[in-house]
């Protein structure tokens, strides 16, 4: 069964920052477009980050500037750096897995939860 875990996640003070790291098992890694969504009290799910098989990058407007998503195919790990964190930062992120051709494979982690307060 494929695996997907966060971590990283928890109080941070605004200005502050954080490192989440989602670890992919049973899943050829490498072909998957890895992504960071984060859903708010009240809000639906949004992107944050997206990172293809090919190392490109897309960000939400919200975020572009001050996060950072990577990937290291070696560790089976995708990792959203988090800097300058605002209150509305404030989500349970989650870690996504996808990979389309013919079938269409879509996997997600069970969320961290970020707080940015003071």
């Known amino acids: 069964q494929v695996q997907l875990v966060e971590s990283g996640g928890g109080l941070v003070q605004p200005g502050g920052s954080l490192r989440l790291s989602c670890t992919a098992s049973?899943?050829?890694?490498?072909?998957?477009?890895m992504g960071w969504y984060r859903q708010a009290p009240g809000k639906q799910r949004e992107l944050v980050a997206r990172?293809?098989?090919?190392?490109?990058?897309t960000y939400a407007d919200a975020v572009k500037g001050r996060f950072t998503i990577s990937r290291d195919n070696r560790k089976n790990t995708v990792y959203l750096q988090m800097n300058s964190l605002k209150p509305e930062d404030t989500a349970v992120y989650y870690c996504?897995?996808?990979?389309?051709?013919?079938?269409?494979?879509?996997?997600w982690g069970q969320g961290t939860q970020v707080t940015v307060s003071s």
């Open positions: 996504n897995a996808d990979y389309a051709l013919g079938s269409r494979y879509d996997y």
């Open positions: 049973r899943i050829n890694f490498s072909i998957y477009t």
């Open positions: 990172i293809t098989s090919d190392v490109t990058t």
